[in-house]
């Protein structure tokens, strides 16, 4: 195991000089602008905000961790740093043939339970959360998380990566296409007219993004894939409201319940949508989803998931 937590991944990121850091910039717009730049500009460097405007020191946003360096990726996935191209190929060739699977570790606690908001103390807008694009939608804080959710048939636990945007100071707009493992659970507890209970992490170890964002078969957690990949069980700790396993190590962290549409939150959600779809060039299609009805209509259930208790980070 090369790094236990995404700190540590940053030390070492550090250490081999593609870990840039960058001060006092704006979140709107700007913070976007500069993570193009350097997308486009070898060493491809991850980089690291600070004193971020209208926000204080130490309220730090990390951008760019998987951009196209062969070295990062190494590290992410505890591959040896100095493999090239082809090294690399072939460890994942063999991975794949052959994967490992280690279930998460329930610990009692972590640096997750350092900061807890609950009730009306939750402030979305505390967190420097870029603007991204001057046509966003809004502030898009799901970039590189993870999305978390347990089949209530099954009782196995997804991770996802789906993108979020904050709605206002404690609800957030969450979009995952049609098909998607986390839908299919999603959908579930609606078609039962219940909200879908689901914990949301930010900021964690670049392997557990990576593991979200592969399908992986029906029935198998991303935590026993991310666990398997690094030879050593994650470290969770049980929501006390949810139940759902969060990574212990990681510290912004908020949880909450999944709710189908609501005619006051449709809006906002089409503006999210109207970005997303013009992006990837399938508007049409997607503003239609937008405006499905949804399938048990009811003026409480919303597709968005207010924050109604506790917020960590
Ligand atoms: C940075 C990033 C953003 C993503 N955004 C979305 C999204 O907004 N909605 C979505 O459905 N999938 C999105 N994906 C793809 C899903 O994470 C991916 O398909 C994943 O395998 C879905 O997991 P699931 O099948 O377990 O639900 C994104 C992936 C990445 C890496």
């Given at each position: 195991m090369l790094y236990n937590d995404l700190r540590g991944w940053m030390e070492k990121v550090d250490e081999f000089g593609e870990l840039k850091r960058v001060e006092g910039i704006d979140w709107k717009y700007e913070m976007g602008a500069v993570t193009e730049v350097y997308a486009r500009n070898p060493p491809y460097s991850a980089i690291l905000f600070d004193k971020i405007k209208d926000y204080p020191a130490g309220h730090r946003v990390l951008v760019g961790?998987?951009?196209?360096?062969l070295r990062r990726q190494c590290l992410t996935t505890h591959l040896p740093l100095n493999y090239d191209r082809m090294q690399f190929i072939q460890a994942w060739r063999k991975r794949l043939n052959n994967p490992q699977f280690i279930s998460p570790r329930v610990v009692n606690s972590g640096p997750v339970m350092e900061n807890v908001y609950e009730g009306k103390d939750i402030d979305l807008f505390s967190l420097p959360v870029p603007h991204w694009h001057e046509e966003d939608g809004g502030r898009y804080i799901g970039t590189a998380h993870i999305v978390i959710t347990r089949?209530?048939?099954?009782?196995w636990v997804n991770l996802g990566c789906y993108r979020v945007m904050v709605h206002d100071k404690d609800t957030l707009a969450l979009y995952i296409s049609p098909g998607k493992q986390g839908r299919i659970i999603r959908q579930k507890y609606f078609d039962q007219g219940r909200p879908c209970p689901v914990a949301i992490s930010f900021g964690d170890d670049p392997l557990l993004l990576t593991a979200a964002a592969n399908s992986l078969p029906w029935g198998k957690s991303e935590y026993d894939y991310a666990g398997g990949i690094r030879g050593e069980a994650i470290d969770v700790i049980l929501g006390k409201h949810t139940g759902l396993p969060v990574?212990?190590?990681?510290?912004n962290y908020h949880r909450g319940r999944m709710l189908a549409r609501s005619a006051e939150t449709r809006r906002a959600l089409r503006r999210m949508d109207r970005l997303l779809c013009e992006r990837r060039a399938y508007r049409t299609d997607c503003e239609g989803k937008a405006h499905d009805a949804p399938r048990q209509p009811d003026p409480d259930r919303r597709a968005l998931f207010p924050s109604s208790g506790r917020l960590r980070r």
């Open positions: 961790v998987h951009h196209q360096s089949d209530m048939d099954e009782g990574p212990a190590l990681f510290r």
